[in-house]
């Protein structure tokens, strides 16, 4: 499984920007898929997760209600859709694939993606 993230950028605070995660494999339908950030100094931690059939996703406290995360297994494609950016988001986000485990949101990532930048600055 490849996997390879795009779409970061530098915005100001308030603006929008959508991260899209296109990944290889046959059976990505199957994959849970989840972003996770990295800021300068802080630990990799996981921002938002989706399941097989897109039925349940997961959100960390700190992006509910302004990220969506959603999937096109036709495109073999994860997104991330990011709202109301704050510059408390800035960090490298890393999309990863969870191949093992369908029903597993929080653990088991074994596929990462390179990571791409998003600034949030005014």
């Known amino acids: 499984v490849q996997l390879q993230a795009y779409g970061g950028g530098s915005v100001q605070p308030g603006d929008s920007l959508k991260l899209s995660c296109a990944a290889s494999?046959?059976?990505?339908?199957?994959?849970?898929m989840g972003w996770f950030r990295q800021a300068p100094g802080k630990e990799r931690k996981l921002v938002a997760a989706?399941?097989?059939?897109?039925?349940?996703?997961y959100y960390t406290d700190s992006v509910e209600g302004r990220f969506t995360i959603s999937r096109d297994d036709a495109e073999n494609t994860a997104y991330l859709q990011m709202d109301s950016l704050k510059p408390e988001d800035t960090a490298v986000y890393y999309c990863?694939?969870?191949?093992?485990?369908?029903?597993?949101?929080?653990?088991?990532?074994?596929?990462w993606g390179q990571g791409t930048q998003v600034t949030v600055s005014s």
């Open positions: 494999g046959r059976t990505f339908g199957l994959y849970v």
């Open positions: 990863a694939a969870n191949t093992r485990d369908s029903r597993s949101l929080l653990v088991g990532y074994d596929y």
């Open positions: 989706i399941t097989w059939s897109g039925r349940s996703t």
